[in-house]
């Protein structure tokens, strides 16, 4: 079946127009999350303490693409709107499928720009350096994304 539907797509002339749609219906759907791992001077990491969630509040600064954002520009926006922070220096570090959901996560680092001075919104209470050897509780997954890109212990 699988041999036949590619054959007819290769032979069936449908315009762009058209082939948009049936590639947006015939195709898994995920919901896109991005985050940044921000390192200070001393090698202590960025974390929020988020409003909404219960079981592990601290957590990456990040948030959510909007429809037709780009990720780098979508890490900013959602930085700034979370605490008035500013970024620079993006680097792409990863792309993290969620065991449990449809969900890819775009995992950047960046580096805070001037003086930041962290500004509470609804979302975010806290914004705080943490040293490695003293993280609050963590989902596994981010504590496992800590220990591959910053060296520390096993606590």
């Known amino acids: 079946m699988k041999r036949f539907l590619y054959w007819l797509w290769r032979v069936i002339p449908l315009s762009k127009r058209l082939r948009a749609p049936i590639l947006w219906f015939g195709n898994r759907k995920f919901v896109v999350g991005i985050a940044v791992l921000i390192l200070n ?8 303490k988020h409003t909404y969630r219960k079981d592990f509040p601290w957590s990456f600064p990040g948030g959510y693409l909007q429809k037709n954002e780009n990720p780098d520009a979508a890490i900013q926006r959602e930085i700034f709107e979370e605490s008035g922070f500013k970024i620079n220096n993006l680097k792409l ?15 950047f680092q960046a580096d805070l720009s001037g003086k930041p001075a962290f ?3 609804i979302e975010v ?6 040293p490695l050897d003293d993280l609050p509780e963590l989902e596994p997954e981010h504590l496992a994304t800590i220990r591959r890109y910053v060296h520390i212990g096993e606590n």
């Open 41 to 48: 001077d001393r090698g202590e990491i960025l974390l929020f």
């Open 93 to 107: 570090l990863e792309i993290i499928l969620s065991p449990e959901m449809p969900r890819l996560e775009v995992l």
């Open 119 to 121: 500004t509470p919104s």
């Open 125 to 130: 209470s806290e914004a705080r350096f943490f």
